[in-house]
T-cell receptor, first 115, second 113 residues
Framework: GNSVTQMEGPVTLSEEAFLTINCTYT??????LFWYVQYPGEGLQLLLK?????DKGSNKGFEATYRKETTSFHLEKGSVQVSDSAVYFC??????????????FGSGTQLTVLP | SAVISQKPSRDICQRGTSLTIQCQVD?????MFWYRQQPGQSLTLIAT?????????ESGFVIDKFPISRPNLTFSTLTVSNMSPEDSSIYLC??????????FGQGTRLTVV
């Protein structure tokens, strides 16, 4: 079956530091890959996605590249801000689908950015 | 897009009691989904709720423990029955729009004592 393995947290960084949150997956074929973010007291929001190999998803300064050869989708940001403090979830779904019914999530990584 | 409102946002309940969680969406949707997030773990799909039919439960989840209602295209409830401390989790409601993107409520943080 499908699975997602995410870097364990919590992660604490200073403002303007470089962020990497590792995510690797196990799936058949070419799944769609997602990063969701959950700010305190809010629901999960889609941060970015990639639907095929070598695609790069980007949003709000965050980037992740779909690497088929390493089955990875690591999240990066060059300079984090205090407002980026949240829980980040890596997820996958079967090809061409972002359907909630078929999402497989990682365990989530808590990020805290200090001023 | 879709805006989802969940109630309550959190609750502390006695073991053996039941809690009903409500999920309201600002638009009509075909399918609604209920997830559980146990402490330190990933989200797990409990069931899929279609309007006018019984919910479809994932392996490990049963209707007697997690009855679901879906009276119309904008509303659903999940009940956690006969609660034990192991039911302490965050419960999330979700909908899909256009078959390509999932939207989530803010979650209900349940603590069973």
């Amino acid at each position: 079956g499908n699975s997602v393995t995410q870097m364990e947290g919590p992660v604490t960084l200073s403002e303007e530091a470089f962020l990497t949150i590792n995510c690797t997956y196990t799936a058949t074929g070419y799944p769609s890959l997602f990063w969701y973010v959950q700010y305190p007291g809010e629901g999960l929001q889609l941060l970015l996605k990639a639907t095929k190999a070598d695609d790069k998803g980007s949003n709000k300064g965050f980037e992740a590249t779909y690497r088929k050869e390493t089955t990875s989708f690591h999240l990066e940001k060059g300079s984090v801000q205090v407002s980026d403090s949240a829980v980040y979830f890596c997820a996958l779904s079967p090809p061409l689908s972002g359907s909630a019914r078929q999402l497989t999530f990682g365990s989530g990584t808590q990020l805290t950015v200090l001023p | 897009s879709a805006v989802i409102s969940q109630k309550p946002s959190r609750d502390i309940c006695q073991r053996g009691t039941s809690l009903t969680i409500q999920c309201q969406v600002d638009s009509q949707v075909t399918m609604m989904f209920w997830y559980r997030q146990q402490p330190g773990q990933s989200l797990t799909l409990i069931a899929t709720a279609n309007q006018g039919s019984e919910a479809t439960y994932e392996s490990g989840f049963v209707i007697d423990k997690f009855p679901i209602s879906r009276p119309n295209l904008t509303f659903s409830t999940l009940t956690v029955s006969n609660m034990s401390p192991e039911d302490s989790s965050i419960y999330l409601c979700s909908v899909e729009v256009g078959g390509t993107e999932a939207f989530f409520g803010q979650g209900t943080r349940l603590t069973v004592v």
